[in-house]
């Protein structure tokens, strides 16, 4: 959406685009889960009065307009781009298969996953972690709008610290909204680390993967590093 207040704004696709396209030449087999906030929020309509199932379906149509958008861009860079949609419109994307993800994956595509999980109540987030276990991810790098985890609201709280690193279960229980709760949970339960960082900082996921200190890293314990099984 960039500083829209609604829809695809193209000057931040490219952005994201290249972004990704970085890691994609460092050799990294990427796969990406995308929200449809920017067009759609399934929570705010059900609040407002349409049934939450119902809410959730239309979100998880938005996520599936991006996840075109971004496939366009990523082409347009020269990123081969497979979009998968957990929602059968084949017309439009391949269906979900998982063990075709990982071939794409392995043969240097990006792999887009859309229509989060395909069931309502089930949020991107979860999607995303569901999707990392599936693919075997090394690890889900969360993108936001902030520079990571803080220990309350830096907008409104100027004593808010940044955590560099975080565990799950503190997550958990102070309630630091970086993901909802069944998506902390499915990832503490499978150890699968998160890094949440500023998407809008140019070069992070390079930084990322390079293994510089970027975000906030949320893991089982203190002291737990990302290990990668290839770089
Ligand atoms: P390989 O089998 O590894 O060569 O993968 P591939 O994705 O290049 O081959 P495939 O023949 O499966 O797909 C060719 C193109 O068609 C790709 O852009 C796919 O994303 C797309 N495609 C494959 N299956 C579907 C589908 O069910 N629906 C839509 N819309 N596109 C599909």
Do not use: W
Request: proline share 3%; glycine share 8%; aromatic share 6%.
């Amino acid at each position: 959406m960039g500083d829209q207040s609604y829809g695809v704004d193209p000057a931040t696709v490219d952005f994201i685009a290249k972004e990704i396209k970085d890691a994609v030449s460092m050799g990294v087999e990427v796969a990406i889960v995308i929200g449809g906030g920017n067009i759609f929020r399934g929570v705010e309509a059900s609040v407002k009065g349409i049934e939450r199932a119902s809410a959730d379906y239309m979100g998880m149509l938005a996520t599936v307009i991006n996840a075109l958008a971004l496939q366009n861009y990523l082409e347009k860079y020269g990123i081969p781009t497979r979009v998968q949609s957990a929602i059968e419109m084949k017309e439009l994307a391949e269906p979900y298969i998982r063990r075709k993800a990982i071939r794409h994956l392995e043969k240097g595509r990006a792999v887009i996953f859309a229509a989060g999980t395909g069931n309502p109540y089930f949020t991107t987030d979860t999607a995303a972690s569901l999707r990392a276990m599936e693919i075997n991810a090394d690890v889900i790098l969360k993108a936001t709008k902030v520079d990571g985890v803080y220990s309350s609201d830096p907008v409104k709280d100027p004593k808010a610290r940044k955590y560099d690193t975080v565990t799950y279960i503190d997550v958990l229980k102070k309630g630091l909204s970086i993901m909802d709760s069944t998506a902390i949970s499915l990832c503490m339960d499978n150890n699968l680390p998160i890094v949440v960082f500023n998407l809008r900082g140019k070069g992070n996921i390079r930084k990322i993967i390079e293994g510089k200190k970027v975000g906030t890293l949320v893991v089982k314990d203190h002291g737990t590093r990302v290990k990668s099984k290839d770089h």
